[in-house]
């Protein structure tokens, strides 16, 4: 068994106004959690991890090719593997999203 706690995650700001914590990195699965500051978004990208994401608090404006939504606490959404997506938050409040790859994004682990 593996567990982490916030304060023993892996923490990340690759941006300012972006902090994630990377919780588990398990063989085929990782665990991540994200906040964006009010106005902040992550650009446009892909990555061939299948991934599922599960608002937490605040509101997500997501859009992919299929069109821009407006998701709010409680939802949760899935991108196939590299399907192009950006994920801003529009405010007022702090966005927090729990995030799940399939398999573990090798990427973000390398950001250390």
């Known amino acids: 068994m593996d567990f982490k706690s916030k304060e023993t995650a892996i923490y990340q700001e690759p941006r300012n106004g972006i902090r994630r914590w990377i919780y588990i990195v398990g063989e085929k699965v ?4 994200v906040e964006l500051d009010p106005n ?3 650009p446009q990208h892909t990555h061939p991890q299948e991934q599922i994401s599960f608002i937490l608090s605040g509101k997500a ?3 992919t090719s299929e069109g ?3 998701f709010n606490e409680g939802t949760a959404y899935h991108f196939k593997p590299n399907e192009p997506h950006e994920t801003r938050n529009p405010g007022p409040e702090k966005l927090i999203v729990l995030e799940v790859f399939a398999p573990p994004r090798e990427d973000l682990l390398k950001e250390r």
Do not use: A, D, K, S
Request: aromatic share 8%.
């Open 30 to 33: 990782m665990l991540m959690m």
């Open 40 to 42: 902040v978004g992550i």
């Open 61 to 63: 404006e997501v859009r």
């Open 68 to 70: 821009t939504y407006v």
